[in-house]
Each structure stands twice: as C-alpha cells, then as structure tokens.
C-alpha cells in the first residue's frame, strides 16, 4: 500500500519507527483549461501519476518506504480565468497549504516530504518554490534547467500547455479523459509561453491561446505518454534517494 491515508494511525507510528525512512510525496496540480479535449485536472494528474510510480518503483528498496499523500488539487491559475472551469486559489493560500501540510507532518516526526508539481504558472511556482524552502523540504522543479533538458522537445520549447507533452502523459494515464476525436483534429498553436510572459501577456488568449492550448496535441501518443512517465519518474526517484540520504 503507497496511499499515507489509507493507513492507520498505528501504522504510520510504525512507519515512523520502523527501520526503512519514510519519504511521503506531495501532488500538486491546478483546476484550469486544457484545450477543448484534455481535462480541467491535466497538472494533477501528472503529478499523482509521477508519485505512485515513483512510489511502486520503491516499494522493495531496503532503506526507504515512499507514500504518497493526499493530493492538492487547487493552485494558482489566473490565466486561464476566462475559460469556464478554472478554480484559482492567491499565491498566499498555496503557500500557507503548503507550509501547513509539512509543518503538520514535521512536528510527528515524518520530515521527508518531497513537492511534486506540474503546473508552471509563474506566481504558483514562485509560491511553491518560498513554501518548501521556508518548510525545509523538498520541491521537485522541473523548471530547473538540467531537467528540463531531459524532457521533450515540446516542453523545452515553451509551448507546451495541453499540446503534445501533457496530452500524451494524460493518454497514458487516463486515455477515457482525453476527447480523442477533437485532439485529433486540433491543429497546431505554436506559442512560446515563457517569452509570451516575459513580454507582459497576463492569460491564454492575450498570448494567442483562444482555445486554451498551445504546441501539438493531434501529435500525442500513449506511447510517448509512457516514455515521458519514465523519465519524469527517474528525476523523481533520484530525489528521493537523495532526501533519504539527509
């Protein structure tokens, strides 16, 4: 069992005590529009999907236990606030979640946590990033340049929201969620989102995004989904192995 509650009390006591380090895994994700095909919970799962691997990749290793917490479902996501669906919490909220969480964890003795998120909206990251640092755990930035080096072209291009990187992690995970008739057919919308930002576009359709995508989701395969998985669940194993050296 990975799920930290679908134990016990007693069990985590022991999880605690016991001889392997428990290191407990954190998703976080975003509520916000992804393209006409993929869903409103894209980031989330991402992010659960990265953990439980992680955590089933784990689960024979000597040292360590890996569990997975419950899930933040909410993050910041102003940008796509014209699109119906979108559920955004302030920079404010997140970080005090976050802090809460851990502090709460910390004070029983469980103080490895690792923060896995997949949604790069720039004030949620920012949010995340003062969070662990003030918490003293750790954040898995996918933003940092060595791993963004490892991901995909897409990704490494900056357009990359609901295209062909997170549409073919979704097909892998939850192929049901993704309206593959409309993906299909969704033509090309290539926007450098970073440089879009960096130019002061403060949503979706200012940076060219009508229909709250960019890259290439007609592009997007299980198979790269998988391929993908593997790599984002490397980074995160790695990490991990490193917090339960400390």
């Known amino acids: 069992m990975t799920a930290f509650a679908e134990l016990t009390s007693p069990q985590i006591a022991e999880l605690r005590d016991g001889p392997r380090k428990p290191v407990l895994l954190l ?3 975003a509520v916000e529009p992804h393209g006409p ?7 989330l799962l991402i992010s659960a999907g990265m953990c439980q691997r992680a955590a089933d990749r784990l689960a024979g290793d000597d040292d360590l236990r890996v569990l997975v917490l419950p899930a933040l479902d909410y ?3 102003d940008m796509g606030a014209s699109f119906p669906g979108v559920i955004s919490i302030s920079p ?9 969480v851990c502090a709460s964890l910390k004070r029983q003795g469980l103080d490895r946590i690792v923060v896995v998120n997949n949604h790069y909206e720039p004030a949620h990251v920012t949010a995340l990033r003062t969070a662990t640092k003030d918490a003293g755990v750790a954040y898995l930035d996918l933003l940092r340049r060595a791993n963004v080096a490892r991901l995909t072209d897409e990704f490494r291009s900056g357009s990359c929201h609901a295209g ?3 549409t073919s992690l979704v097909l892998a995970d939850r192929p049901e969620l993704v309206d593959t008739a409309v993906q299909r057919e969704l ?3 290539l926007v450098d989102m970073p440089a879009a930002m960096s130019a002061g576009h403060k949503d979706f359709v200012e ?3 009508d229909a709250a995508y960019c890259g290439t989701p007609a592009g997007a395969t299980a198979a790269e989904g998988k391929s993908t998985f593997d790599t984002l669940t490397d980074l995160l194993v790695e990490l991990i192995r490193e917090v339960g050296r400390a």
């Not at 095909?37 to 980031?43: C, G, I, K, M, V």
């Not at 404010?92 to 809460?100: G, H, N, V």
């Open 207 to 209: 940076m060219g995004m």
């Open 92 to 100: 404010e909220t997140l970080c005090a979640l976050i802090k809460d």
């Open 75 to 77: 993050g910041v996501t």
């Open 37 to 43: 095909h993929a869903p409103l919970a894209t980031d």
């Open 187 to 189: 033509p090309p919308v």
């Open 164 to 166: 062909q990187y997170e």
């Open 27 to 29: 998703p976080v994700g």
